[in-house]
T-cell receptor, first 112, second 111 residues
Framework: QQQVKQSPQSLIVQKGGISIINCAYE??????FPWYQQFPGKGPALLIA?????SEKKEGRFTISFNKSAKQFSLHIMDSQPGDSATYFC???????????FGGGTRLMVKP | NAGVTQTPKFQVLKTGQSMTLQCAQD?????MYWYRQDPGMGLRLIYY???????DKGEVPNGYNVSRLNKREFSLRLESAAPSQTSVYFC??????????FGSGTRLTVV
């Protein structure tokens, strides 16, 4: 069974602070690592993604750091805002894109 | 708006009842998926359809069946609902070279 382990389960950050969510995996066949953001009552939406041949990808305030040798990747949210309060899922893709394995999710709360 | 549409949004079933969750996408995507979301467990793949006319089991297929009716529609059926199937169900689709697009979910309670 493919697994992606995500931590922490919940996170409280002050407005303007840095939110960091970590994920670890075992399967070296994973070829694509997306992060999803989910607001209450909505489906997950793609936030940012990275391939294993890249060590970092930045889009606005969101950055993925990828450590292939350690089989770990993380999401950093700079200058966190109350509107960032949501549940975040890391994921890993395999089987020619037909399988997407999710981490357990992190509920982020950004306090004003 | 283009996207993935799921019906119904909410449903309460009695143990042993059956129902079908409907999903349709208008993005001309080849692949469609059914996931369930439970607290602390992320989303787990139930079944997927890589293309019209094909379906395959995912991580947690027991108690479910699927039908890929055409390229647009992918339904999930619970033949005899059990309390363990209480969950939020998400349908998703994926085109070539694109990421997954998720619907807004169906919240199912089995009592």
């Amino acid at each position: 069974q493919q697994q992606v382990k995500q931590s922490p389960q919940s996170l409280i950050v002050q407005k303007g602070g840095i939110s960091i969510i970590n994920c670890a995996y075992e399967n070296t066949a994973f070829d694509y690592f997306p992060w999803y953001q989910q607001f209450p009552g909505k489906g997950p939406a793609l936030l940012i993604a990275i391939r294993p041949d890249v060590s970092e990808k930045k889009e606005g305030r969101f950055t993925i750091s990828f450590n292939k040798s350690a089989k770990q990747f993380s999401l950093h949210i700079m200058d966190s805002q109350p509107g960032d309060s949501a549940t975040y899922f890391c994921a890993a893709r395999w089987n020619a894109g037909n399988m997407l394995t999710f981490g357990g999710g992190t509920r982020l709360m950004v306090k004003p | 708006n283009a996207g993935v549409t799921q019906t119904p949004k909410f449903q309460v079933l009695k143990t042993g009842q059956s129902m079908t969750l409907q999903c349709a996408q208008d993005m001309n995507h080849n692949s469609m998926y059914w996931y369930r979301q439970d607290p602390g467990m992320g989303l787990r793949l139930i079944y997927y359809s890589a293309s019209e006319g094909t379906t395959d089991k995912g991580e947690v297929p027991n108690g479910y069946n699927v039908s890929r009716l055409n390229k647009r529609e992918f339904s999930l059926r619970l033949e005899s609902a059990a309390p363990s199937q209480t969950s939020v169900y998400f349908c998703a689709s994926r085109g070539t070279g694109t990421g997954y697009t998720f619907g807004s979910g169906t919240r199912l309670t089995v009592v």
